[in-house]
């Protein structure tokens, strides 16, 4: 039986979306009768060439030379090439309005709040890129963000790709050795720096990390330092402050090196937690092709929008919201905590800037409702049109509290991708309803589907069966370039094509439902198999967070008796110990909700749960500790030392 949706749009609201107008256009265009969303998704995977043509039509992508093939070689994946003889520049596109609307917004989490116009931020590129190119950086060179996120990295991340350099970031909350690791494997020339950064009501220096840094890494020439806190550059070799690097004398017209479809614009880094982090490589057509898409059609973003994201510099997340400026939306950039003031900063945010539409993290919406906030008493939240989430499946407890306690005319969108594609494969629609626990629907342009080990679609099974590896069966133009220095693509190719040829495996475990939405059940490789039984961690998730009494969880499989049990770690509020009415609770929420399969055959208290510097729980780290084996990169860990709580526990050595 179909449950009743929580959210439908009015018809005025799908009649004056984006994605009512494009599916017109592409009727008239290509003289087509589509009946609904789904009509549209179909045609778009039939006739990827016609469909990306259409987007780079309605989406006004800015070359200076226009495309020759759409496609070529679309039976190679990997291996299609997209918009073949096309010359374009990233920057060109993000700076294509050159007027005094608000571009971008910077608010750190001690109040402090400055803004730049369109035509202010075009001026900054110019000078920055200019005092680049003097230092000698041409297209191909890397350069390094160690940075918060502030307006100066996204100036810094605009200048590098005017000139065909490459960007990758981390942000300043990485370990050395994480660091590291990561602009280690691909030798920038110029790193940028802040001073220091503010979290959680702390003041916390980076440029005593970056001496560290320098001593590992010598392909770095110049530290450009960005006072955030105060303008000094401490004992860095051969460090500036950004106004003395780049002060705007004789400074030379702002040139858009124009370059191929795929000329590399991003180097991005897997999470590291089982290794050194993959360096995967971005082009900058495909990258900017995929984001408008997203933006403008599964987020009906445009000119007087104001696009919020709450992210750090090392997350995907942050070159998704930067390229809102594409669509002439306000970008309102955040540092700090996320609960600062306890998540009143991030929501008075929403009205003093007039936010349209509010990203944020499952765990961000757990941890208000649990905390008891009601956004809808304490604010005013009408500019708000559409909530999004990623990180993590959001439960069906957290769509509840967004249309209670938040508010119920909004476009809840939860929305599940990767850093892998820097874009996502399963999205929000303005047009569609949205049912609890479900992400609308499939992206345009993407082929996805789950399918089982034998590599056969699931789509049409019934029940449990429906369950399986999320795989994406025909390219698309945000496919990777591959993974720097990776000799013959071997890595690459291992990581995402291995399991089925020609088709990519991306490592998500979930379903697609009857109502052509998607569930995400967890990562495949975090799946647990008690009895042979395939279970994604995030079902349990979704019991566990309705006991009150819980704060946050992890939940692992433990290899016992030529079988896997499952071991669930919980958070109590504090003051809280477990006791045998709670756990009864949550094995009796768990078994009601689920199979008995589902219930742990362990629930153990600890203290705090380890995550990624994005805030992903690291399941597989958590495995490797119960299990004795070493975690080879504890640097990826926002809380390394939350690990060793779940070493050497007794009661996992009993039955």
Known sequence: MIEEPLWTPSPERIADSQLTRFMNQVEEHYNLTLYSYFDLYQWSIEKPDQFWSAIWSFCDIQASQPFEEVLEDGDKFP????????????????????????????????????????????????KLAHAMRNHGITKGDRVAGFMPNVIETVVAMLATSSIGAIWSSCSPDFGINGVCDRFGQIAPRILFTADAYYYNGKTINCLEKVEAIQEQIDSIEKVVVVPVVAPETGNVKNAVLLNDFAPGDGVSPLKFEQLPFDHPLFIMYSSGTTGVPKCIVHGSGGTLLQHVKEHRLHTDLSEGDVLFYYTTCGWMMWNWLVSGLASGATVVLYDGSPFAQEGALLLDAIDNEGITAFGTSAKFVASLEKAGVKPNRTHNLASLKTILSTGSPLSSEGFDYIYRDFKHDVCLSSICGGTDIISCFILGNPTLPVYKGEIQCLGLGMAVDFWDEDGQSLREREGEDRKGELVCTIPFPSTPIGFWN????????????????????????????????????????????????????????????????????????????????????????????LNDDIESELRLTIRNNTTPRHVPAKIIQVSDIPRTISGKIVELAVRNVIHDLPVKNTDALANPEALEQFRNIPSLAED
Do not use: C, M
């Open 79 to 126: 291996g299609a090439r997209w918009f073949t003889g096309s010359q374009l520049n990233f920057a060109e596109n993000l700076l294509r309005s050159r007027d005094d609307k608000t571009a971008l917004v910077g608010i750190l989490e001690n109040g402090e709040r400055r803004s730049v116009t369109f035509n202010e931020l075009f001026t900054e590129v110019e």
């Open 486 to 577: 990776d000799p013959g693509d071997e890595k690459f190719h291992s990581a995402y094509f291995d399991r089925f040829p020609n088709v990519w495996a991306h490592g998500d475990y979930g379903e697609i439902t009857e109502n052509g939405g998607v569930i995400i059940h967890g990562r495949s490789d975090a799946v647990l198999n008690p009895g042979g039984v395939r279970i994604g961690t995030a079902e349990i998730y979704r019991q566990v967070e309705k006991v009150d009494q819980v704060l946050d969880s992890i939940v692992v499989g433990q290899d016992w008796e030529d079988d896997t049990r499952v071991i669930l770690f919980v958070v109590l509020r504090e003051g809280v110990s």
